[in-house]
């Protein structure tokens, strides 16, 4: 059998690659930190976050430049009027059904805490919505938003916080930690943080596999990447090309710690050189960066050329989950990040552009509290699961999954016949 | 010498009521008192004082350098926990939930365990953390993660049900020469209450405790389903079964004479808990009984455990999913009349 | 309906001599052939073939797509697996040695175990390698890993003690919907033979095997410690004890049946394993037969397990750290004359 | 009681510090790479592996300038005379232990496998010999020079491979796997790579509880530090300014896989910037590159100041351990690298300053070759232990050790006087 001999040049983020990779990330570059990592914000804001420790009390202060005006919405170059205004509707609806979802927690009708991506929003939606239709993506905590977009309902996230039957794990688990691999493609997280990491790198791996080169988006927070298990996934990601697309949600917080004790690093997209992947550097908070930079990593993605990082910049606005007050932060912290509120700023840009007008807005979220109001209704009226159910599910029974590769059979390497030979060779223990 | 005793005899005189979590809090604000070489190490247990609030106000105290916020990175704490401990530091890790503790599981397990037995070199540590369910905590906020580490040799496992024991407990650990895992019930933190010794007192490891001396049947237990065990028993003792209680408190050694101990003298044994049952502590107790006992037996050895699946969310899910008071009244009964 | 057969019934009439690590390499090399969707990650598993050669020259054969070389880390290697799993494949991820399976710790537990439970994603993985000592490998390469997991609802474990069931199993792990723990003895690689079916067969997961029926008492044990436990029949049956051996195969879902089925046979049970005593195997076997056969249980159940320690290097002290033939022998006598 | 203020500014590696931290490792730099990480080796060999994939058989090939000469030794700028000799002298004695070694095992005397150092004794040597008195290491499997340098005896390591009585951990374990916490502080390695890592960080801040600010000094391979938990060690001690010395041996293999599937950057330095410490390269086979880079940082965590990252380019000369052939390894890279080895180099440097002539090299062979007669000798005629006390020491019991903090008692924070007060606040699960 004549053999065709293929060389495979093994990727290496080497000196053939410009400093930071990827071109598309690069093309859009105003400006890039000293690292050469493109940093499309307009602004950076500059404080820092100070322990302070009296002789009877420690707590934490923040100084710096903090009546600095909000800085303007960056222009997206590809997204059209019509994205724009589904955008800024899905971020409505993000927003409002957290303000729902507290509701329901106020009146006890949640089981356990509620997580909110107050300020976030803009990160969550604006990223999913530049995923391709087949794309990949798992939300953390932060990113309900981003579930609306890909399709899921108000309904379904209240009922997971509702632990109904009908929720989409019948009440297994709660809060995003779901996921639907037939339709919407979306892995569910666990609570460990970082373990999504290496596992969207193997779905882009088993795609790949079949023939499809997809986009794998997911989030991980300033304090999540700190895991190991993160680095792990990321690194497997650069090594193998795949289509990791990882937005760290550098939200200045993790808990109660500030990133200052978390990283030694001021610009945690400074890890991609590390890597040997492209890295940037965008304002979290500014709708058109998320998706423009999301968009950029998707194509690349889509291309097979490997995974890209994501740093937006942006800030928790509220406690860790329901239950913390987040007395811990700086109140000019909240302040300085309320005046760049991503929809007040991004609705404003809209309105700026007179592509939407205040009447328009009104019966949008008109529609927007109806829909929510429906939601609310149907998973309040919905039942708790039966116990005895809690006993089922565990294995994957016959007839209870067809396994099969999504994307059409891999095809086999056309390579010799060789017959399996017995092995001889030295090993390390015998 | 075995410590059969009820807890009320455990107890000095000076005393004041606490909750199973500030029973835990003084624990260790004492040991911090009392020997500048412990430490905590942990994830927003300083200014924050903790997800449950255990080292609430010991950064103010203590300081930054004894108060330790870190990454969110739990081998790395352990790791480090270990290193300071090899410099003759006592370090106390917290784990902010103990489902987490699978983070660190080698280095635990492998690091941690096994560096007295290789290379001679103690590491007196604490992992500490809220472990258990009852709370809607769903399969990450709720989990008991014993097992891992009683089949873990080199490593110690305390698991307390009540404030006295987990005061006298955490000191007992943070004081041990080996490192220990102890394992707080985030059910009990704050809805138990008795009273506890203010003064300096230690309950050793290694030692069960009779929770309540009974005549017909034992059930063998511990942590929160000590308690349901006590409900049970009250309700049994109207029916004229005298149930016995012996609460293990220490997974690890085990206390295979009290253990045998309570057998020989009712002859019949619940084994009750809430970790999942295959694989999970009752096994084990099973197999001593058969070892010690075996011709004390009246009636087969039967276990009452959460259901072999993850912690469901839901709170019917999680009821149905935990042992129930009514399935150990019943089983009592069935093996009373065996 | 149970399967409690001697091998010999078993294999069907295409045979050729293979040991336990051909017998595997037979597998999943048939596999792979046969399913386009089965695939092999891990480290240095391509080019050089595997630490043992268990996948020597499938790359060669299959491509590198298929046969993937990762980094070291064994948590990236789980999830790429699971992620890979959840797209259709079935990958097969090999740990270059199963003590470092602490290091994935988390992912498979909480990420792959849970996934079916929680929001019905099925994750048809097999996570494979080599397990157990008696090799001289020391602390960290000869452990034994399968209680962490057998602990573990909604992940399978087995544990092949013979060269055809190695090969069966390995198929039905790679068949299987759910994960699978496949540990292969290395002990056994290369130092048992015998007669293999070169066409295509499986061995059921969850079914024990008859190693040998006896009348006297039962060993019921698995992997490396079926062929101890076959030579001390062999010894007692010359002093007229003819021991009944069951070899469990599958740890997790274990088979309660055939377990029961031996002990009410022969009436006394020794439980034999590798892997160290508390929170061992042994132990929940102990607590099934209690529930299933109390009654008919002619003597105590006793353990033979390792020490609970770890693994020491030295030969001398791992030959008194592992279960021996002398205890074994010593221990049946004892029981048969209970 | 008075409260004293006191501000702590957190750690971050901000934009106060030049591009790549420690200006000590920067005094010596001619060179900085694309990220301005210090590049002190004289020579930047080219090469790439290629993974080649004919119809029936998959292998490596590597291309480059593989004849250019072997560079010169760097001058060190902290060495003298006699320091160069007896560095010298250990690199012998940890080539020659490990021939020994060698042929131990070819006789059967050994017990499983044995690992080597060759082509990487400078690494082991002379970064141990830059070490204070009071220093902590922790050795990997190549390190077994570092060993010898700190004080443990050819004896001790080959009774670790012959599994004696006498053995540093009494038969217990083999290979480097032991340590010693009184005398010569070194910290035991366990196989897991990596985990030694945030050991290393905590020994530094046990010590720093203490009053004292430690270097400790600890390797790990190109392959090793893929593992999340060398990350998470490494960014802890960035962000707490831990006294961890860290030297990443690239030796271009990870057992049979190249470095090229391990990670997709070129040089694995450039990970300090993602982490914000100081990163350098240096040529891991010039011994004066070795000390020089390790001495400047050490000297930075003995002043407190954080840890270092220090990429030390070489090649592993050997396969895996004794059982391995690395026949996976292309020829020409061992023919490339055995030019550039490390003793030799270092000993014609030696000799062309005069330093050292043949003579003096031959005694001080044939001292080493006694040496490592004696103690072979000595570890052959040594006992086994006996079988059971294999029970023995998985606890510390009462007597067995005492536990006090080896460098003075921790000072108490002068601080409020402050009682534990009763917590009431808001929590998670309730
Ligand atoms: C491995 C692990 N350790 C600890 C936790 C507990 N925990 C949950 S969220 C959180 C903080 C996360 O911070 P970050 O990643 O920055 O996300 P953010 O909440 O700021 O969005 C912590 C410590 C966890 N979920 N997983
Ligand atoms: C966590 C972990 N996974 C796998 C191994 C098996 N293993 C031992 S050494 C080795 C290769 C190490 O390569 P590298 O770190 O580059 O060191 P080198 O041998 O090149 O010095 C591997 C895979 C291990 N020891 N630890
Ligand atoms: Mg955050
Ligand atoms: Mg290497």
Known sequence: ?430 | MIDLVTRQNLIPKNMAQATYLEAIRQGLWEEMEQDPTVFCIGEDIGVYGGAFKVTDGFIHHFGPQRVIDTPIAESAIVGAAFGASLTGMRPVAEFQFMDFIGCAFNQIVNMVAKSHYRWGAPAPLVLRGPAGGGVHGGPFHSQNPEMHFVHTPGIKVVAPATPSDAKGLIKSAIRDNNPVLFLEHKFLYRRIKEEVPDSDYAVPIGKARLHRPGRDLSIITYAAMVHAAQEAAELLSKEGIEVEILDLRTLSPLDREAITQTVKKTNKVILLHEDTKTGGLAGEIAAIINEEAFDDLDGPIVRITALDTPVPFSPPLEHFFLPKLEDVVREARRLHSY
Request: proline fraction near 4%; glycine fraction near 10%.
């Open chain 1, 1 to 430: 059998m004549a053999a065709k001999t293929k060389i495979n040049k093994i990727s290496r983020n080497g000196s053939k690659r410009s400093a930071n990779g990827g071109s598309a990330a690069k093309a859009n570059a105003l400006r890039v930190n000293q690292y050469g990592i493109p940093d499309w914000r307009l602004e950076q804001p500059e404080f820092e976050v100070f322990e302070v420790a009296s002789g009877t009390e420690v707590h934490y202060e923040i100084k710096g430049k903090l009546n600095a005006p909000a800085p303007p919405i960056r222009e997206s170059r590809y997204m059209n009027r019509e994205q724009h205004l589904e955008l800024y509707r899905w971020m409505v609806l993000n927003r409002r059904m957290e303000q729902a979802l507290e509701n329901l927690y106020k009146q006890s009708k949640v089981v356990g805490g509620v997580y909110f991506g107050l300020g976030q929003e803009a990160c969550s939606c604006a990223s999913a919505f530049a995923l391709g239709p087949d794309d990949w993506f798992a939300p953390m905590i932060r990113n309900q938003g981003a579930q609306l977009v890909r399709g899921f309902h108000a309904r379904d996230i209240m009922m997971q916080y509702m632990a109904k039957s009908g929720s989409p794990t019948h009440g297994k688990d709660g809060t995003s930690h779901y996921g639907d691999i037939e339709k919407r493609h979306m892995v569910s997280p666990i609570s460990m943080l970082g373990d999504l990491l290496p596992v969207m790198a193997g779905v882009s791996l088993g795609a790949r596999m079949q023939g499809k080169e997809l986009a794998c988006l997911t989030w991980i927070g300033d304090g999540g990447q700190s895991t190991g298990v993160s680095y792990e996934g990321i690194n497997f990601a650069a090594v193998r090309k795949l289509g990791l697309v990882l937005i760290i949600e550098s939200n200045l917080w993790a808990y109660s710690t500030p990133t200052e004790y978390q990283v030694a690093v001021k610009d945690l997209a400074n890890r991609a050189i590390g890597y040997g992947m492209p890295g940037v550097i965008i304002d979290g908070t500014d709708a058109c960066q998320v998706y423009d930079a999301t968009y950029e990593a998707v194509e690349r993605a889509h291309r097979g050329e490997g995974p890209t990082l994501i740093e937006a910049k942006l800030m928790r606005m509220k406690g860790h989950a329901i239950h913390d007050a987040a007395a811990y932060v700086p109140k000019e912290m909240h302040e300085f990040w309320r005046k760049r509120d991503c929809i007040d700023r991004f609705e404003k840009y809209l309105m700026d552009k007179k592509w939407l007008t205040p009447g328009q807005k009104e019966t949008m979220v008109a529609e927007v509290e109806k829909e929510i109001d429906a939601d609310r209704a149907f998973a309040e009226n919905s039942p708790m699961p039966e116990g005895h159910t809690a006993a089922e599910g565990v294995y994957c029974e016959a007839g209870c999954h067809v396994i099969k590769p999504k994307y059409g059979m891999p095809k086999r390497a056309k390579r010799g016949e060789g017959k399996l030979k017995q092995t001889e060779a030295a090993i390390h223990f015998k």
